[in-house]
């Protein structure tokens, strides 16, 4: 259809409510065709599932997909288990936004990394729900909830002495959206708030809210004074295995870890280690080295870990939010107005 | 000793760390005289610990204990099981410094209410560990930490669609020091919050931080918006079972309820009706009308129950902080600055 050549071909790849497709499908009707293929994608689970990853196609199905693929402008989100590189399948692909924050290292291995395409992240968009699993689990190592239950169940009555996080000294790794969120939660409960990061000049600490924004050789002397060590950081060439043996044994003892960035920026053995021996209290991990976590990981039984199966972003506004993100963008994208999407994955960097 | 008796005699009357009283004893050496006895008060068995109520004098300790009292000008703590008045105990007693807050009910039952005597109490000093209970509770139950817990127990990994508190509305029954510090930590969490008090203008409501502050005849309105509904308010003839079965049912379905104020707010039977329908969808609890919580309570075996041994205010900085309040308000009482004592209980409201 001739008439059609001229819009630009927008398709959603991984699974969308339904009411979210509409709105972009209506957003602008004159300019935008959506595809918008529920039969080819895997079932939703939950609110916010972007796909099973154990799902496949059928092959019919596979041929009808790339056919519609390679007609696409734009994606919502990068396609999965794709056989050939994606610049092949979408040749006219210019633009992908992501349903995530942390795709340096995916596109980096789709062979992206030194394209023109243009790519635009979730960024932003889970901080408030991490940020709220941050406090979490810091309150319920801290208010001793585990244990409240137990005695409960044996209908105990033991009066105690709790711990406060006010005073406590919250020590982030990776200062960027999520972790100012985190900055200004902790705040709010009289918390003492510092962070490891690029560019530590004083200034940068005011404007994220902190009391000492320390610099990247500055690590070890950061970890000695955190009471919690919160890992907010992407996953780059800079924090592949930042957290290993040595800097587990400089944190100060007794601390609480909570991993909601990456799990290759920790050595997992490591980790385990400490906490075997109580140097670390606590730990509650949303990611991991391989996920789904591994039957044998030795987390599963630890009693002073807390797994959380890389969920503590997914909440039910989720996608309402990154379809207010999407439409905003294509705005942009359809005036040509590229540099004003956002936020842009900085492929050089990866996030 | 003659030299004595021109000195003020304080009489600290429930177990308080050496270290505490120490610094009492020597905050004005020429003026009091500081009566410490650990081996006529329970043993302290946590920080913080202000007494085993189940302790009691043997007869000897009992007739030394009261030779004391007979000198005593200032308490700090009412003491526990006395036979008598205690302006008979004790004649020349002016002044008692409190270790909790809500004291209105039992200076009431110790015929006090009509007294001169100056009561000031330890309102404030538990506002920070109690606001924090109230966010260990709401992130308890809206992350999952329980069934994640038994997930992990189950070496299962099923990712899921959790509930943000951004944008939930918190409604205080209560706003208080406790109560303000609520509501300033749901700010931080970007929820709405709204109360309940006195005293409903708008000008009190935007002191308090609130979005709306409702009049004691709006009670029901205000529940009927609550996702959460927090009682840090004091145990008045106003209060006294005021949430019911129809308050219960006024709150919108699936609330979650805590209670930090006092138990005999709540009619027990009618809150546990509703967890039991799931009107309620979690509560947590750490003030009950009889306490310790008999074994036979409803609350021990619901599993949407979480109960604190009404040790959510007790932490380890607490007498420390009573102890700088206390030494402040000796300093004004020995000055005859009586007005300036803070912060002194209202014995006609009871709080």
């Known amino acids: 259809m001739a008439g059609n050549e001229a819009k630009t071909v927008v398709m959603i790849t991984s699974p969308l409510e339904a009411e979210h497709a509409a709105r972009i499908a209506t957003a602008y009707p004159e300019q935008v065709e959506v595809i918008y293929r529920p039969d080819l994608m895997p079932a939703i689970r939950y609110l916010g599932d972007h796909g099973d990853p154990d799902w496949r196609r059928t092959p019919e199905q596979e041929r009808e997909w790339h056919a519609l693929l390679a007609r696409a402008d734009a994606l919502l989100d ?11 399948l979408a040749p006219r692909l210019r633009w992908v936004q992501t349903t995530s924050a942390g795709v340096g290292p ?13 790519v635009t992240t979730a960024s932003g968009i889970h901080a408030q729900p991490l940020a709220e699993f941050v406090f979490a689990a810091l309150l319920y190592h801290s208010k001793e909830l585990g244990r409240l239950q137990c005695e409960q169940q044996a209908r105990q ?19 960027g959206r999520i972790g100012q969120e985190v900055v200004r939660i902790a705040r709010a409960f009289r918390m003492r708030a510092v962070a490891m990061g690029r560019n530590a000049d004083p200034e940068r600490a005011a404007a994220l809210g902190l009391d000492r924004l320390y610099g990247r ?8 004074e955190a009471d919690c060590l919160v890992v907010c ?10 957290l290993g043996d040595a800097e587990f044994t400089a944190l100060k003892p007794g601390a609480v870890f909570v991993n909601i960035g990456r799990g290759a920026i920790v050595d997992e053995a490591a980790l385990a280690r400490a906490l075997e021996a109580g140097w670390i209290a606590f730990a509650a991990l949303d990611v991991f080295q391989t996920e789904p976590l591994p039957a044998d990981s030795p987390f ?5 870990v807390l797994i959380n199966p890389h969920s503590a972003s997914t909440v039910d506004t989720e996608n309402r939010k ?3 993100r999407f439409i905003a963008n294509l705005g942009h994208f359809l005036r040509g107005e590229i540099d004003q999407m956002a936020p842009a994955l900085d492929k050089r960097r990866g996030y």
Not at 80 to 87: A, G, T
Not at 157 to 164: D, K
């Open 78 to 88: 990068f396609p999965q288990h794709e056989p050939r590189p994606l610049l092949e």
């Open 106 to 118: 995916l596109v980096q291995r789709l062979g992206l990394a030194n394209s023109d395409l243009v």
């Open 157 to 175: 009555w033991h009066r105690f002495c709790g711990v406060e996080l006010a005073g406590q000294t919250m020590a982030i790794v990776g200062p």
């Open 217 to 224: 050789d500055e690590l070890h002397a950061m970890l000695a």
């Open 233 to 242: 950081a992407p996953q780059t060439t800079e924090t592949d295995g930042l």
């Open 300 to 304: 599963w039984a630890l009693p002073n």
């Open 322 to 324: 990154l379809t207010d």
